[in-house]
């Protein structure tokens, strides 16, 4: 399922910001809904997962300060960014899976897709 992301932008450290995941031709309902992000001259990484039951799943490194979510009426997940970090920097995707399985493994890129734009978040003072 195509989707598109949105909601990026520059903050401050210790800043919030809750990035969405939109389908606009299908339903979302069934997927598991993943969001990566990937930093200069790094590899994608998962940072969080949320199945189709609403089982959450988060990287250690947003663990306490990340929650993502998902409102099947308005067909869209979202990822709320509390305390930001300069190393959170990057272009955020979301993707879809049929499972949250591999999210944050080497191994995700065979469940999740398509991909779209990003959305650029940036951190810094």
């Known amino acids: 399922v195509q989707v598109v992301e949105s909601g990026g932008g520059l903050v401050q450290p210790g800043g919030s910001l809750r990035l969405s995941c939109t389908a606009s031709?299908?339903?979302?309902?069934?997927?598991?809904i993943g969001w990566f992000r990937q930093a200069p001259g790094m590899e994608r990484e998962g940072v969080s997962c949320?199945?189709?039951?609403?089982?959450?799943y988060y990287t250690d490194s947003v663990k306490g300060r990340f929650i993502i979510s998902r409102d099947n009426a308005k067909n869209t997940a979202y990822m709320q960014m509390n305390s930001l970090k300069p190393e959170d920097t990057a272009v955020y995707y979301c993707a879809t899976a049929t499972t949250c399985a591999y999210y944050s493994s080497s191994a995700y890129s065979l469940l999740f897709g398509p991909w779209g734009q990003g959305t650029q978040v940036t951190v810094s003072s």
């Open positions: 949320i199945s189709s039951d609403g089982t959450t």
């Open positions: 031709r299908y339903s979302l309902d069934l997927y598991a």
